[in-house]
């Protein structure tokens, strides 16, 4: 669907990045492709998902609510690599019209682990999406908390949302972004009081997981950042760490299980590959924000013990269960999963550069091309190939490693 005129008028507005933000000099890739195939790949990628997954109408890809913060934020991080390519692709068009027309959905979601212990995310956007049963259960719209329908009911929904807001600014300089990220970390706060520590997963209460403490505390430290001005957002953020440094939720292997259990200890669960990544990005930030080298130390051990566990024997990121190539090939949750460990460990090698990262970037870009593309040059979930069905979730997860890849080479 065209984009209405008014959006391809919009155009990004950079303002200059931060030196603390600049990539280090790395050496020449070990690998045939250079960073101009990257970007290549990257924007034959970017439009395919835009042409296929993009509703004007909500401003969501493939109508998934929490999946289209994760591809709001891969082409907000696109655009700051690459400005030209960016703008020929109009990102700031559909980052505009995203925020305009996101936040006033009306968004009922429900959230379950299957017996598999995935979770799986079941989205009822402007009524539609949903089994009449489902919808039947559920408000129709939401209560206005913060900002609009970018809150829902799950503190893990509104860290996405905080977050892409946030590099959508960076990439833009446009403030309503960074307000509206604010508004939502306002909201996240409402989420503590667990008997643990740290943020439940959901408001009603009853989960304390890794992903919502993880993105909490990536907000935090993002928001320092941003806004130093307010010394509270680094309050958080250190104590934040402390609590989920302490929380057991990192195992003895340095892995990240799902969460704690009703006596706030690890309660086992799958190490999903997005939790190896989300606290890359928040150890990361709160480096830049305090200096303390022993959190790039932390997060380059959690790197390296998630890249040993999850990779094939060619070295190709594949989620804990190896559920790609399984019935439902992840669902559209786990489907995202793998971009947000590889955007994640591409933040943390631009302040602690690694071979290991940089080389395992470039090798899983490469097998996404090579082996995950249609003849539409869609993206599937399974990065090793062979090729199954894509989804928006699956597509711009598998784009997150093609714009890593154009920041290492």
């Given at each position: 669907m065209a984009l209405p005129s008014w959006i391809w008028r919009h155009t990004l507005a950079y303002s200059a990045i931060l030196s603390s933000l600049l990539h280090p000099t790395y050496a020449a890739p070990s690998t045939s492709l250079s960073a101009t195939n990257y970007v290549a790949n990257s924007v034959t990628a970017i439009r395919e998902l835009n042409n296929a997954w993009y509703d004007v109408e909500t401003g969501l890809w493939n109508g998934a609510w929490w999946n289209s913060a994760n591809a709001f934020t891969t082409l907000s991080d696109f655009a700051l690599l690459r400005l030209d390519e960016a703008n020929q692709l109009n990102v700031g068009g559909f980052l505009r019209n995203?925020?305009?027309?996101?936040?006033?959905?009306?968004?009922?979601?429900?959230?379950?682990?299957?017996?598999?212990?995935?979770?799986?995310?079941?989205?009822?956007?402007?009524?539609?999406?949903?089994?009449?049963?489902?919808?039947?259960?559920?408000?129709?719209?939401?209560?206005?908390?913060?900002?609009?329908?970018?809150?829902?009911?799950?503190?893990?929904?509104?860290?996405?949302?905080?977050?892409?807001?946030?590099?959508?600014?960076?990439?833009?300089?446009?403030?309503?972004?960074?307000?509206?990220?604010?508004?939502?970390?306002?909201?996240?706060?409402?989420?503590?009081?667990?008997?643990?520590?740290?943020?439940?997963?959901?408001?009603?209460?009853?989960?304390?997981?890794?992903?919502?403490?993880?993105?909490?505390?990536?907000?935090?430290?993002?928001?320092?950042?941003?806004?130093?001005?307010?010394?509270?957002?680094?309050?958080?953020?250190?104590?934040?760490?402390?609590?989920?440094?302490?929380?057991?939720?990192?195992?003895?292997?340095?892995?990240?299980?799902?969460?704690?259990?009703?006596?706030?200890?690890?309660?086992?669960?799958?190490?999903?590959?997005?939790?190896?990544?989300?606290?890359?990005?928040?150890?990361?930030?709160?480096y830049k924000a305090t200096g303390d080298k022993s959190l790039l130390t932390t997060a380059s051990a959690i790197a390296n013990a998630a890249i040993n566990a999850l990779s094939d024997s060619n070295g190709i990121l594949v989620e804990a269960d190896k559920c790609e190539l399984k019935p439902g090939n992840c669902g559209l949750d786990g489907q995202q999963f793998k971009g947000a460990f590889i955007r994640n460990l591409r933040y943390l090698n631009e302040l602690a550069p690694s071979d290991t990262f940089r080389k395992f970037?470039?090798?899983?870009?490469?097998?996404?091309?090579?082996?995950?593309?249609?003849?539409?040059?869609?993206?599937?979930?399974?990065?090793?190939?062979?090729?199954?069905?894509?989804?928006?979730?699956?597509?711009?997860?598998?784009?997150d490693a093609l714009v890593a890849a154009i920041a290492v080479s």
């Open positions: 995203t925020y305009a027309q996101a936040q006033v959905v009306s968004v009922s979601v429900a959230k379950f682990v299957n017996s598999a212990g995935l979770p799986q995310t079941l989205h009822c956007i402007n009524g539609r999406g949903c089994s009449a049963s489902f919808a039947a259960t559920l408000p129709t719209s939401l209560s206005k908390r913060g900002f609009a329908n970018f809150i829902d009911e799950f503190y893990d929904d509104e860290g996405w949302w905080a977050l892409a807001l946030l590099h959508a600014h960076d990439a833009t300089g446009d403030q309503d972004y960074l307000n509206s990220a604010i508004e939502i970390f306002n909201d996240m706060q409402t989420g503590l009081g667990t008997p643990c520590g740290g943020i439940y997963w959901s408001k009603d209460r009853t989960y304390v997981n890794a992903i919502a403490n993880e993105l909490y505390l990536s907000v935090a430290a993002s928001l320092a950042n941003r806004v130093p001005s307010n010394a509270t957002y680094l309050n958080i953020a250190t104590a934040q760490w402390q609590f989920f440094k302490n929380s057991g939720m990192i195992n003895s292997n340095n892995l990240i299980n799902d969460g704690l259990d009703s006596n706030c200890k690890n309660n086992g669960l799958t190490t999903w590959s997005y939790n190896q990544g989300v606290i890359l990005g928040g150890l990361s930030e709160l970037i470039l090798r899983n870009a490469q097998s996404i091309w090579n082996n995950d593309r249609n003849s539409q040059n869609k993206l599937g979930p399974a990065w090793t190939g062979p090729y199954v069905a894509a989804t928006g979730p699956s597509h711009s997860s598998a784009l």
